[in-house]
């Protein structure tokens, strides 16, 4: 168990529907990241967020938004969903010093699957 | 171009053998770390070992140890007497980038799978 929690497992939905994907990073952890991984594009880099702000942004789509609360979970959002949309969904914390620092640990991921 | 080079998709070692995946990188960054995640069936992302572009010393965590040869841009993973268990996919990724106290993304290479055989 990494401590990263992510929220839903698995999520079935429809082409042009909106969908948000929560993560809850470690303790302590106050970098969150967010990566796709599917089967045409591997695993690509999102989004990162620092202490609520913004940090680093990768191949996310305009049609993708996330956010990071005051208690550090984030919020990532995907709306006109198309099928190629499916995927799943990664999100990872690390630690910004200390023995752990060179590690990025992940959720379980969200599975999402749209029809 | 590939910042992260896996160029075996598919490998197969038996069971108790040594097994080296591959992997290359290209930067220009002098300060970069280098990664290997497994990702199993169930498809969570495993941290194994890191190896930064300053260690002197190849890492090495358990049965697994990391071929650091940088002039050659390469940092493969060594499995040592392999299990049945390590059957998964592994992942090679890099982070650029310097201690600045915020880390920055991982990119990550296209992933090599691994079958060990009894």
């Known amino acids: 168990d990494s401590g990263v929690t992510q929220t839903p497992k698995h999520l079935i939905t429809a082409t042009g529907q909106r969908v948000t994907l929560r993560c809850s990073p470690r303790?302590?952890?106050?970098?969150v990241y967010w990566y796709q991984q599917s089967l045409d594009q591997g695993l690509q880099f999102l989004i990162q967020?620092?202490?609520?702000?913004?940090?680093a942004k990768g191949n996310i789509l305009e049609r993708f938004s996330a956010q990071q609360f005051p208690d550090l979970h984030s919020e990532l959002n995907l709306s006109s969903l198309e099928l190629g949309d499916s995927a799943l969904y990664f999100c990872?914390?690390?630690?910004?010093?200390?023995?752990?620092?060179?590690?990025?640990?992940f959720g379980p991921g969200t599975r999402l699957t749209v029809l | 171009a590939q910042k992260i080079t896996q160029t075996q998709p598919g490998m197969f070692v038996q069971e108790k053998e040594a097994v080296t995946l591959d992997c290359t990188y290209d930067?220009?960054?002098?300060?970069?770390?280098l990664f290997w995640y497994k990702q199993p069936s169930s498809g969570e992302m495993i941290f194994l070992i890191y190896?930064?572009?300053?260690?002197?010393q190849n890492a090495t965590e358990g049965r697994y140890s990391l071929n650091f040869q940088k002039a050659r841009k390469s940092a493969n993973l060594v499995i040592s007497a392999s299990q049945l268990g390590d059957s998964a996919m592994y992942f090679c990724?890099?982070?650029?980038?310097?201690?600045?106290?915020?880390?920055?993304?991982?990119?990550f290479g296209t992933g090599t799978r691994l079958q060990v055989t009894l």
């Open positions: 990872a914390s690390t630690a910004l010093a200390g023995a752990s620092y060179n590690e990025q640990f």
């Open positions: 303790s302590g952890d106050l970098s």
């Open positions: 967020y620092y202490n609520g702000e913004e940090r």
């Open positions: 930067t220009s960054d002098p300060s970069y770390g």
């Open positions: 190896q930064g572009s300053y260690d002197q």
């Open positions: 990724a890099m982070r650029e980038g310097g201690r600045t106290g915020t880390a920055s993304k991982l990119t």
